[in-house]
């Protein structure tokens, strides 16, 4: 198995340790900077005696490396500095997705892309539109991030083992994400048995600053062991075929209504990419947060061409 990364930065080289050490593909890791994605690959090889992996590492700035890859993780890009939102990466990071996209696109054209470049479910359609994939092979990695976050939040607020909690978040990767608190359990009982409304709206503003808070406490760059796990899960997830159930930002056809924007939902990843797209029932609030979601993405790309 051989997965590419792209952009060698906190995100992609701490992805690619994850997938070394589990010794599930051997990882070329690509960056602009060659010598930054040489640097990592080696001092990333280096550890392979220690920890008794056998797959092998390379790092370029030559695309024509990620030939024959089953998967190519996006990651190239500018993480957030304080004081910025997701959405102001928007410009800069759209034209760096496109130029990446064009070249995953020629040279590996029956990879299935994972998205991980914010804003998130911007990028994610970015991908899709400038590769012309089929959409189940372009996945937007952020609702596996924002659901551990929330469980992390809710474990630590009630003293509760993090393993009891089960959630689901929906929408976008952003403020406007959508929890939704009828698939949120602690210890098989739902959270608003467990939780107060203060108590609640506290765990899911945490979550939502989440990203936030780690970009000013770090006062440079942002977030990556957390997102590199969530990227972890999604490539596991295509390369052992589990099709197991977790949200992704996909490419919505009419499903919960909308069209032709990406949004985290509920999905099924395997081989062939998303197997599935399911469709929970929602209240009405819910539905008119994912329309309004979906209305605010289509109106920031109203004005780009694909
Ligand atoms: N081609 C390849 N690599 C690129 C390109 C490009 N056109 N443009 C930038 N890069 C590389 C940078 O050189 C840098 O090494 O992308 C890498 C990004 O790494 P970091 O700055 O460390 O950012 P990181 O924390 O990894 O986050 C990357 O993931 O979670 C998101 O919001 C985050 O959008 C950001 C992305």
Redesign the pocket.
């Known amino acids: 198995m051989k997965v590419s990364i792209?952009?060698?930065?906190?995100?992609?080289?701490?992805l690619a340790a994850r997938i070394l050490e589990k010794d599930l593909a051997d990882v070329i890791l690509?960056?602009?900077?060659g010598n930054?994605?040489r640097a990592k690959a080696l001092d990333l090889k280096h550890s392979a005696s220690i920890l008794g992996f056998q797959s092998t590492c390379a790092g370029t700035?030559d695309y024509n490396l990620i030939d024959d890859s089953n998967v190519v993780v996006i990651?190239?890009?500018?993480?957030?500095k304080p004081g910025m939102s997701?959405e102001d990466?928007f410009q800069k990071?759209l034209s760096?997705v496109k130029?990446?996209s064009l070249k995953v696109k020629k040279i590996a054209p029956e990879t299935i892309v994972v998205v991980?470049?914010?804003p998130?479910d911007a990028?994610t359609y970015a991908v899709l539109k400038t590769t012309g994939f089929k959409r189940e092979k372009v996945i937007g990695m952020a609702g596996v991030l924002d659901c551990s976050r929330f469980s992390a939040n809710i474990a630590e607020k009630f003293n509760l083992p993090v393993r009891s909690i089960e959630c689901l978040i929906i929408g976008m990767h952003s403020d406007a994400m959508i929890p939704i608190l009828s698939h949120t359990r602690a210890s098989q009982t739902n959270i608003k048995q467990i939780a107060s409304p203060e108590q609640l709206k506290e765990v899911i503003d945490k979550t939502k600053g989440a990203?936030k808070e780690i970009v000013s406490l770090l006062g440079s760059?942002?977030?990556?062991f957390a997102?590199s796990a969530g990227a972890f899960f999604i490539v596991k997830s295509i390369l052992k075929n589990s099709k197991r159930t977790l949200v992704a930002s996909v490419y919505l056809e009419g499903e919960y209504d909308i069209n032709d924007v990406c949004l985290g939902v509920p999905v099924k990843i395997g081989a062939e990419g998303i197997s599935q797209i399911i469709e929970i029932r929602l209240s009405r609030e819910e539905k008119k947060a994912l329309k309004e979601s979906a209305s605010s993405l289509k109106q920031k790309f109203s004005k780009f061409s694909f």
């Open positions: 792209i952009g060698a930065g906190n995100v992609g080289s701490m690509v960056d602009i900077i930054l994605a700035d990651t190239a890009g500018l993480a957030r997701r990466l990071n760096i130029e990446v991980v470049t914010n998130l990028m990203g760059g942002s977030a990556y997102p």
